[in-house]
């Protein structure tokens, strides 16, 4: 399909409007800006991009939020023909072409929604504020908070059974990330804690990791899944399958296996199970057609557009695309990465009057780290474990990290740890299990001026 060009000898640049500043939105961004003939316009809720594959280890205190985070009028600032606006985009005017703003509206040629997914609780949005998930920047400071007030609120505790409560993590959810943040507590608590408490042992901690299925990161092969179990159990993580949570309270958490169920007391739920599209699924499904899958994902064309609006894109985390292998591909980063280039050459190549084929994403592989000197990787045609895969694993993420400062404040943060044990922020914000917003502009503002 051809993109239809202005007449007349001054031809008006192409209006192209990203919502979205991850993966996907900011590879779009930085692949378009380098053309003269578009005008670009990139709208995130936030003034900077979040590389949320390392937030478990924001909440687990070994990397700050500067760390992980990159001003995206930085990243862009090369790019003369981006510009970045700090807003929300409330609503889409297909017929009107243009977006609604909580500051106003905006019109545009072409439409890149890229607004990526948040937690899911199916249906038990009540426990949002006793097991917080991890998506923000703002997730991963509250759970830092209630895993170390944790530790200090166990320090003072003088009945055992109280004590063991403060001591006890449960972590829903074995994907990916439960088993990142499961193992990551574990060396917290067994390894960079154990001299700090007068008062308590924290050898003592208990963390249980709880899956619905029959086994720990469940899109890996069973060989790779059973070897992250042991990996996680040596460690001194608990784990446990075909459990399913049916209530959490401030208190406990309440699960079942099989017919019988019982009560887990702890103060520490941490949430790492499902995900859900943003409410820019609805929106689209609304005032395009979209048709969304169950989560509220949009299912998209071959070329990653909407049927019937050929004008408006879907990638990341959002967009369903199931052409290939008859399955939807994964919501990770290098996805989204490709998605967002992939749409932007096709833009650049039909208003030439010209296509490309439909999106095809080549699998590199997935890693998911345990601990310390432990991972797991599938490849393929291979599939490792343990130290050698731990190491491929740091540097594709050093490799994927944006900006150069944040990749030698992360290696080097890295290395510091992996001789000593120790280091990293270990700092309890906020109050009543809010987020004091100023106090987490401070800390990030803090880190940036440490790291430039």
Known sequence: MKLSKPSGDQQPTHRIVIVGGGFGGLYAAKELGRSQQFDVTLIDKRNFHLFQPLLYQVATGKLSPGDISSPLRAILSRHRQVKVLMDEVLDIDPQQHQVTLSSGTLPYDTLIVATGVSHHYFGNEQWADVAPGLKTIEDALEMRRRIFLAFEAAEKETDPEKRRAWLTFVVVGGGPTGVELA???????????????????TKETRILLLEGVDRVLPPYPPDLSAKAARSLEDLGVVVETQTLVTNITTDAVTVRQGEQTRQIPTK???????????????????????????????????????????????????????????????????????????????????????????????????????????????????????????????????YYLIEFDNKMIVMIQWFWHYFTRKGGARLITGEEGKLNESEFTAEVERDRTLIR
């Open 183 to 201: 193992g990551a507590l574990a060396d917290l608590a067994y390894t960079a804690l154990k001299d700090d408490f007068r008062s308590i042992d």
């Open 268 to 398: 520490t739920v941490l949430w790492a199970a499902g995900v859900r599209a943003s409410k820019m699924g609805t929106v689209l499904a609304e005032r395009a057609g979209a048709e969304l899958d169950r989560v509220g994902r949009v299912i998209v064309n071959p070329d990653l557009s909407l049927p019937g609006e050929p004008d408006i894109f879907v990638v990341g985390d959002l967009a369903h695309y199931a052409h290939q292998d008859d399955k939807p591909l994964p919501g990770v980063a290098p996805v989204a990465m490709h998605e967002g280039a992939y749409v932007a050459k096709l833009i650049q190549r039909r208003l030439q009057g010209e296509d490309l084929p439909p999106f095809r994403y080549s699998d590199a592989g997935s890693l998911a780290v345990i601990g310390h000197n432990a991972a797991v990787a599938n490849f393929g045609w291979l599939k490792i474990s343990g130290f050698p895969a731990w190491l491929i694993w740091v540097f594709v993420h050093i």
